[in-house]
């Protein structure tokens, strides 16, 4: 069946970088879009990233350009995160997503 783990997350200090990885299996990984979306306390989930099939095309959601980069492994069936310059804002549950199966987030928290 599909899975999909997320990790990297974590507790980072305003300005600091984290990568958050998301392990994908029980599809093939290399012919699909992949996505990242966040989750912050009392607001909707929202989407940050997407990445084409092969990398090559990427979107960005407004609050992340410039500092946020998606990419992904196929042989090694991995979509990253590459999360850099993190303010507060920024703290979230961060999910994985494939067409309409999740992963179950991994915890971001931006705080001095």
């Known amino acids: 069946q599909v899975q999909l783990v997320e990790s990297g997350g974590g507790l980072v200090q305003p300005g600091g970088s984290l990568r958050l990885s998301c392990a994908a299996s029980?599809?093939?990984?290399?012919?699909?879009?992949m996505s990242w979306y966040r989750q912050a306390p009392g607001k909707e989930r929202e989407l940050v990233a997407l990445?084409?099939?092969?990398?090559?095309?990427?979107n960005y959601a407004d609050s992340v350009k410039g500092r946020f980069t998606i990419s992904r492994d196929n042989s090694k069936n991995t979509v990253y995160l590459q999360m850099n310059s993190l303010k507060p804002e920024d703290t979230a549950v961060y999910y994985c997503?494939?067409?309409?199966?999740w992963g179950k987030g991994t915890l971001v928290t931006v705080s001095s």
């Open positions: 029980g599809f093939s990984f290399g012919i699909y879009d």
């Open positions: 997503r494939y067409r309409y199966y």
């Open positions: 990445i084409t099939s092969d990398g090559g095309s990427t």
